[in-house]
């Protein structure tokens, strides 16, 4: 699972750092707006003034001035500010609470070759983070992908997201593994009407 400081390292330079495609894109956006020139301009000479001003005035009294500190440094400390608070609200939104969910998966009949697997259900504020590793299954491009699926019961199926190969998947659901219990992986072709499933298993509920 990626950790704070992966995307620390990833924002120092560290190009090599584990991180999954949206996160990876996310930082790259971050890092773009702290590029941006206009982010550093001098602000209007008498904008501390009147901060300091009106935060007296609310407090109901009227402070004098304090002394100019260099504006370039306020700048720094004040996009440092944003940058440390949007991490910390990314990271809180993410955040795995409570114990996981786990799904032991094994090939289906004549899909040997697809190996076992694992997956970790984790909720967080944003919904339940899917951990996904099948490192046998064979690579699928040119249009060719895998799809992984939450089944209830009934029959009903909700798609949690497509990958290429088993190494090292993220996925997200919407849906609980409570209600959704049975993960299963399909072998897709884009355009096609549903693969075959090659891997398959049940919540493990935790203990």
């Given at each position: 699972?990626?950790?704070?400081?992966?995307?620390?390292?990833?924002?120092?330079?560290?190009?090599?750092?584990?991180?999954?495609?949206?996160?990876?894109?996310?930082?790259?956006?971050?890092?773009?707006?702290?590029?941006?020139?206009?982010?550093?301009?001098?602000?209007?000479?008498?904008?501390?003034?009147?901060?300091?001003?009106?935060?007296?005035?609310?407090?109901?009294?009227?402070s004098?001035?304090?002394?100019?500190?260099?504006?370039?440094?306020f700048?720094l400390?004040?996009?440092?500010?944003?940058?440390?608070?949007?991490?910390?609200?990314?990271?809180?939104?993410?955040?795995?609470?409570?114990?996981?969910?786990?799904?032991?998966?094994?090939?289906?009949?004549?899909?040997?070759?697809?190996?076992?697997?694992?997956?970790?259900?984790?909720?967080?504020?944003?919904?339940?983070?899917i951990?996904?590793?099948?490192?046998?299954?064979?690579?699928?491009?040119?249009?060719?992908?895998?799809?992984?699926?939450?089944?209830?019961?009934?029959?009903?199926?909700?798609?949690?997201?497509?990958?290429?190969?088993?190494?090292?998947?993220?996925?997200?659901?919407?849906?609980?593994?409570?209600?959704?219990?049975?993960?299963?992986?399909?072998?897709?072709?884009?355009?096609?009407?549903?693969?075959?499933?090659?891997?398959?298993?049940?919540?493990?509920?935790?203990?």
């Amino acid at each position: 699972m990626t950790t704070d400081d992966d995307r620390v390292a990833y924002l120092s330079g560290d190009a090599g750092a584990p991180l999954d495609p949206d996160e990876r894109a996310a930082l790259d956006d971050l890092r773009a707006l702290l590029d941006d020139p206009s982010l550093w301009e001098e602000p209007d000479p008498a904008l501390e003034d009147r901060v300091v001003a009106a935060v007296g005035a609310e407090a109901g009294t009227r402070s004098a001035p304090a002394p100019r500190r260099p504006r370039r440094l306020f700048l720094l400390v004040a996009a440092a500010a944003v940058v440390v608070v949007g991490l910390a609200a990314g990271v809180l939104a993410t955040r795995p609470s409570g114990r996981p969910y786990r799904v032991a998966l094994a090939a289906t009949a004549g899909n040997q070759a697809a190996g076992s697997g694992q997956v970790t259900f984790s909720r967080t504020t944003s919904g339940w983070r899917i951990e996904l590793r099948a490192p046998s299954l064979p690579r699928l491009d040119g249009g060719r992908f895998y799809e992984a699926w939450m089944e209830d019961g009934a029959g009903t199926r909700v798609a949690v997201g497509t990958f290429n190969e088993g190494r090292r998947v993220t996925l997200w659901s919407g849906v609980s593994p409570k209600a959704f219990p049975v993960v299963t992986v399909t072998a897709e072709q884009a355009g096609g009407r549903g693969g075959p499933t090659v891997l398959a298993g049940q919540v493990k509920r935790p203990d």
